[in-house]
């Protein structure tokens, strides 16, 4: 991989953590805040939902931060490697979090009473919204396995020819 694309990609790896630092600090409790003034029975939700965002955020921080190092591995022509396999399954991993988190918020909704300050809608959204997270989560997963299998065939690969060669 060429090093100006894999300097690209660390920046925007960085600019993508920040945000999300941003985002947990100071985003995410002023608009659950915001939203407790404007319409007070909303409150005993808040709490658990800005925990439940902060630790999505967190998910694709850890995400991040394992891609970060295997753009150091591809860059040092190491990538074929088992300790590449612990940085693929950590992406697996907060993937998986993420996906189970999104399940539990796509339940709660579901079945819990949440007041509406309308017609409902804003309920019926939220469900929306948070079951094609949890779908769209559930196959960057998979996706991410596919590949992990992939690396796992061209690993074993590599280590056949470098004992032949």
């Known amino acids: 991989m ?19 630092l941003f985002g ?3 985003v995410i409790p002023t608009t659950a805040t915001d939203e407790v003034d404007r319409f007070p029975p909303y409150e005993p939700f808040a709490a658990p939902y800005v925990t439940v965002a902060i630790a999505l955020v967190l998910c694709v921080q850890v995400a991040l931060g394992a891609v970060w190092m295997l753009l150091t591995m591809v860059e040092r022509d190491a990538i074929f490697t088992w300790r590449a396999f612990r ?3 950590t992406v697996i991993g907060a993937a998986l979090v993420a996906t189970l988190l999104m399940a539990g ?7 819990a009473d949440i007041p ?12 929306g919204a948070a079951t094609v997270a949890t779908a769209v989560g559930a196959a960057f997963m998979m996706l991410v396995v596919v590949m992990r299998g992939l690396l ?3 690993t074993n690969l590599q280590s056949e020819s470098a004992k032949v060669a």
Do not use: N
């Not at 060429?2 to 999300?20: P, T, Y």
């Not at 509406?116 to 469900?127: N, R």
């Open 87 to 89: 940085l693929v399954d």
């Open 2 to 20: 060429h090093s100006i694309f894999i300097a690209m990609l660390r920046v925007g790896i960085a600019a993508a953590m920040l945000l999300g």
């Open 105 to 111: 918020v796509s339940a709660h909704v579901a079945l």
């Open 24 to 26: 947990q600090i100071v």
């Open 152 to 154: 796992l065939k061209a």
């Open 116 to 127: 509406s300050p309308g017609d409902g809608m804003d309920v019926i959204s939220a469900l």
